[in-house]
């Protein structure tokens, strides 16, 4: 437990520096930092640049060292005696979207939030991680190891920005990834994505579904020739269904399937539009032969999104179960692609899960190609840091919660002794229908009052492991 005297210190800074905090996030997120095409010294192009030269000018105006690992990411340095501990968040940023009752790019302060994308995934953690620095320089408690906050671009679309920076420089000796929610995400599953491609079938014209790879699709559509079919008997059974829409313009049935849609990593209460889709191809009897053998396969595939199907299946004691979400139904040259996502367990392996769906695939005529295969990370929970970190945020703020692990990826996989700390309050309540307001949605707010807490979480923390690691 921090004495008194060093908490109130701690608490003053915070506030005294509350409208520079605000305003560093607010800098940030003017910023459009999406991936766009690579340029000299921009490998994920021009946004992410531009929010690495502002970052990085914002740690050297507070007086630290900076470095610009060929802006892959930058890095700020608190120098100490030995051994590293790293701060990480990222600068670059998921697609705007639609839905947004402010410009996202605006920083708009609403009620207590920085509003805009970006501002909670992951510029508000930035902005924490420095201001946690710059509190510890300022408190002028000696400490053992360096400081080093590093802040990528290439978060949400690879993460290959830390494989870069870890391939020419010295691993920290602990990182703590500031992009997830409080307590401790000490695992997270291996993630494994993929394409079952297969022949369209005899009747369908057109067909596809989803609008991201990791999210449970909520609508999937066909368009199929019913010619020599009762076409009344279709209609009635698509009026019968739950979720089907269904209307036939000459020979051509147009029908649509709702599903309920939820984050891949959690697709418990889900229902997958894409599968819903086929079994009612199925069912109606617009799929015939091998057709109709390879959509009921799929169907199931989609259905059973423990992996049941395609004889994946697992779960671990440290991560869970293995989840298989079909997120994508789309047309390609070489026929339909479904995109499967999914997260497996960390004692599991990507390419044995690979081998078994690609044989699973050849029995029923399809095939399936590896798009990605990113092994998770696992810390034990009885890990001294781990501990620490938890103990640390108890004593701050009277939450008993447990450390957790999840399906969901932070860079805390591309490191070695890493874990994803914050700076997420996990009893906060979006003033928000669901849907907006959190990170990837419309209206993506950070609430100003749990990112000054973060920071105050953050460095008692980073005085704790100091002693510990
Ligand atoms: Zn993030």
């Not at 946004?47 to 990411?73: N, T």
């Not at 690879?158 to 691993?171: H, P, R, T, V």
Request: charged share 25%; hydrophobic share 35%; glycine share 12%.
């Amino acid at each position: 437990m921090l004495d008194q005297k060093l908490q109130e210190q701690i608490d003053s800074f915070v506030e005294k520096n509350r409208n520079q905090i605000v305003e560093t996030v607010r800098a940030l997120v003017q910023i459009d930092s999406l991936r766009g095409e690579p340029l000299p010294g921009a490998p994920y192009g021009a946004g992410p640049r531009r929010a690495l030269d502002r970052a990085l000018a914002i740690c050297k105006e507070q007086g630290l060292s900076v470095a610009d690992h060929e802006g892959y990411c930058g890095s700020a340095v608190l120098p100490g005696q030995e051994g590293e501990i790293a701060l990480a968040a990222h600068l670059d940023i998921v697609p705007v979207g639609e839905g947004w009752s402010v410009d996202p790019f605006s920083a708009t302060l609403r009620d207590g939030y920085i509003v805009g994308r970006g501002a909670r995934d992951n510029k508000g953690a930035f902005a924490a991680d420095l201001y946690a620095m710059l509190c510890l320089r300022e408190l002028g408690v000696p400490l053992r190891h360096s400081l080093r906050l590093i802040m990528g671009c290439n978060e949400e679309t690879g993460m290959k920005d830390m494989e870069y920076y870890l391939s020419k420089n010295k691993a920290p000796d602990f990182t703590l990834v500031t992009d997830c929610s409080f307590p401790v995400c000490h695992g997270e599953k291996g993630g494994f994505s993929g394409d079952i491609i297969f022949p369209k079938p005899a009747r369908v014209r057109r067909a596809g579904g989803g609008v991201a790879r990791n999210i449970v699709p909520a609508q999937a559509s066909a368009e199929v020739d019913c010619q020599g079919l009762d076409k009344e008997r279709i209609l009635a059974l698509a009026g019968e269904a739950e979720g089907i829409c269904a209307k036939m313009e000459g020979d051509t049935l147009t029908v649509s399937a709702e599903g309920i849609s939820f984050h891949a990593a959690f697709p418990e209460g889900s229902k997958n539009a894409i599968g819903h889709l086929l079994r009612f191809l199925c069912g109606a009897g617009l799929l015939e032969g091998e057709d109709f053998e390879r959509g009921r396969f799929l169907a199931d595939t989609l259905e059973h999104y423990y992996g049941e199907t395609l004889g994946i299946a697992c779960a671990d004691a440290q991560t869970g179960k293995l989840t298989c979400v079909g997120g994508l139904l789309f047309e390609e040259n070489d026929g339909l692609h479904l995109n499967l996502d999914i997260r497996y367990p960390v004692t599991a392996s990507g390419g044995e899960i690979g081998k078994k769906i690609a044989a699973a695939c050849k029995e029923h005529g399809c095939s399936f190609v590896v798009t990605k295969d990113d092994a998770g990370t696992y810390v034990p929970a009885e890990h001294p840091a781990v501990q620490t970190l938890c103990r640390v945020y108890r004593e701050l703020t009277g939450s008993e919660r447990a450390p957790y692990t999840m399906g969901g990826g932070t860079y805390a996989r591309k490191f070695p002794n890493a874990v994803a700390f914050g700076p997420g309050d996990p009893e906060e309540k979006l003033p928000y229908e669901p849907g907006r307001g959190d990170a990837h949605q419309p209206d993506e707010s950070q609430n100003i009052g749990i990112l000054l807490r973060s920071i105050k979480i953050y460095v008692a923390a980073i005085l704790e492991l100091d002693k510990i690691l």
